[in-house]
């Protein structure tokens, strides 16, 4: 089996009974869906396989060593620097995911980038459906989640350069007009 397609295995499994918040739709759409912007921009299979599972060590039981024997030491670097640390309270635990994704490989920015757009993009859906009681389902609200998102762009913007971080902004500016 390829690197790929133990990612997608891992993913499936990890995620089986998960659904999305905002919109309720089986989880394992989102991972899928990050991985596949990023294939359109040619990223090696290492952050392919690492944009399927980089939310395995944060929101399931999935272990960092199993992920490092099943997929190696590049996909678990770029998985855990895009891992929230659930132990900090959220403020601490958002500034301690831009610092990782800062210093993090190249590949661990391209995953973060991806996922904050396809959850923008899963957003901006489910406001069209639902209005502002989607705020609701985000645990800090609307403007503590622009806080972040605009933190994210700003570290984004001071250490890498590639479409995906306009691509992001242009997302960012949409969201901000939701009310």
């Given at each position: 089996?390829?690197?790929?397609?133990?990612?997608?295995?891992?993913?499936v499994?990890?995620?089986?009974?998960?659904?999305?918040k905002a919109d309720n739709f089986p989880y394992i759409i989102h991972p899928f869906m990050v991985a596949f912007k990023l294939?359109?921009?040619?990223?090696?299979?290492?952050?392919?396989?690492?944009?399927?599972?980089?939310?395995?060590?944060?929101?399931?039981?999935?272990?960092a060593e199993k992920l490092k024997d099943e997929l190696g030491e590049e996909v678990l670097e770029i998985v855990k620097a895009v891992t929230n640390d659930d132990s900090l309270s959220w403020k601490e635990?958002?500034?301690?995911?831009?610092?990782?994704?800062?210093?993090?490989p190249e590949g661990a920015k391209a995953?973060?980038?991806?996922?904050?757009?396809?959850?923008?993009?899963?957003?901006i859906i489910a406001h069209s459906q639902q209005g502002a009681?989607?705020?609701?389902?985000?645990?800090?609200?609307?403007e503590e989640?622009?806080?972040?998102?605009?933190?994210v762009l700003k570290m984004l913007r001071e250490t890498w350069q590639?479409?995906?971080v306009d691509e992001y902004a242009t997302l960012l500016e949409k969201e901000k007009n939701l009310k």
């Open positions: 089996m390829d690197l790929i397609e133990r990612a997608v295995r891992i993913s499994v990890a995620h089986k009974d998960q659904k999305r294939m359109k921009y040619k990223f090696p299979d290492s952050v392919i396989a690492a944009a399927l599972t980089h939310d395995v060590l944060e929101d399931t039981d999935f272990s635990k958002k500034n301690k995911y831009i610092e990782t994704v800062r210093n993090g995953v973060a980038v991806a996922d904050k757009i396809h959850n923008l993009e899963s957003l009681e989607v705020w609701a389902k985000f645990n800090r609200g609307r989640k622009l806080w972040f998102e605009n933190e590639h479409p995906l």
